[in-house]
């Protein structure tokens, strides 16, 4: 079945760095590309998303691009912050309901 | 708006006792779902509902009920709990199941 594939965290990296989390999927269809937010002790809320390839999301400085040759949707950001700090999750729509990946969890330190 | 709701925030059961995790929301979302999130499995899918009187079971569905009798209210209910439904769960809503889901924030359930 469909699903998503990011890469194992836990990521730390130093205040301004460049942040790429990976994510891949497998889908029959052409699904659409979500990457929500966690931070500690609330709901996942959503950052960015793309509904059809090469199509590129983007909020709060991050970007991710649908690539459908590479089935990828990695999330980048130029220059993170400590506010950043949280879990992230890649996922995909199905037909009634959506698919996430394990999240891969960012300690940014100042 | 509210927003998606869940009542309680924490809660600590005993093996075998039941209890309703409550899901409310006020955005006239059609779809509501139900999630547990454990460590390194990211979140799994319980049950979901597309509609008033209608739900249907999604990955994780062994050991717990729901029943949507309004567009607004959710609820999940585990009928005899037990140490491996220790979890922090989420209620989710959207206009359809593919769509953006907001997500309320969370119940904690230790089952001892």
């Known amino acids: 079945g469909d699903s998503v594939t990011q890469m194992e965290g836990p990521v730390t990296l130093s205040e301004e760095a460049f942040l790429t989390i990976n994510c891949t999927y497998t889908?029959?269809?052409?699904?659409?590309l979500f990457w929500y937010v966690q931070y500690p002790g609330e709901g996942l809320q959503l950052l960015l998303k793309?509904?059809?390839?090469?199509d590129k999301g983007s909020n709060k400085g991050f970007e991710a691009t649908y690539r459908k040759e590479t089935t990828s949707f990695h999330l980048e950001k130029g220059s993170v912050q400590v506010s950043d700090s949280a879990v992230y999750f890649c996922?995909?729509?199905?037909?009634?309901?959506?698919?996430f990946g394990a999240g891969t969890r960012l300690t940014v330190k100042p | 708006n509210a927003g998606v709701t869940q009542t309680p925030k924490f809660q600590v059961l005993k093996t075998g006792q039941s209890m309703t995790l409550q899901c409310a929301q006020d955005m006239n979302h059609e779809y509501m779902s139900w999630y547990r999130q454990d460590p390194g499995m990211g979140l799994r899918l319980i049950h979901y509902s597309v509609g008033a009187g209608i739900t249907d079971q999604g990955e994780v569905p062994n050991g717990y009920n729901v029943s949507r009798s309004t567009t607004e209210d959710f609820p999940l209910r585990l009928l005899s709990a037990a140490p491996s439904q220790t979890s922090v769960y989420f209620c989710?809503?959207?206009?359809?199941?593919?769509?953006?889901?907001?997500f309320g924030p969370g119940t904690r359930l230790l089952v001892l």
């Open positions: 996922a995909l729509s199905g037909v009634n309901d959506m698919r």
């Open positions: 989710a809503s959207s206009t359809q199941g593919g769509e953006t889901q907001y």
């Open positions: 793309a509904t059809k390839a090469d």
């Open positions: 889908a029959t269809g052409y699904p659409s």
